[in-house]
């Protein structure tokens, strides 16, 4: 093998390990993204109205010891006439 082919050889190997690379990042990147991702759920809107909940609004759901599940309205969104 002449020295230019090792050197073409050389770079192919390079350029391929570095694709793989990129395609292993990639993947990575995109399996975290799914897992934080915010999963929606519907809540009644009998239980909305109960909260006082409006768009926007952030839900709070706490689980206690006994396992029981409470949810709660934690923050208003601010109205766009509100808004700075």
């Known amino acids: 093998m002449s020295f ?3 050197v073409y050889a050389t770079g192919a190997m ?3 390990g570095t694709l793989g690379s990129l395609l292993f990042v990639m993947r990575l990147a995109e399996r975290t993204q799914q897992e934080n991702q915010h999963r929606r759920i519907g809540v009644p809107p009998e239980i909305l109205k109960a909260l006082g909940v409006e768009a926007g609004d952030t839900l709070v759901w706490e689980v206690g010891e006994d396992g029981t ?3 709660r309205r934690a923050a208003r969104a601010a109205k766009p006439s509100e808004r700075p």
């Open 4 to 6: 230019m082919m090792g």
């Open 14 to 16: 390079a350029v391929l």
């Open 69 to 71: 599940v409470r949810v």
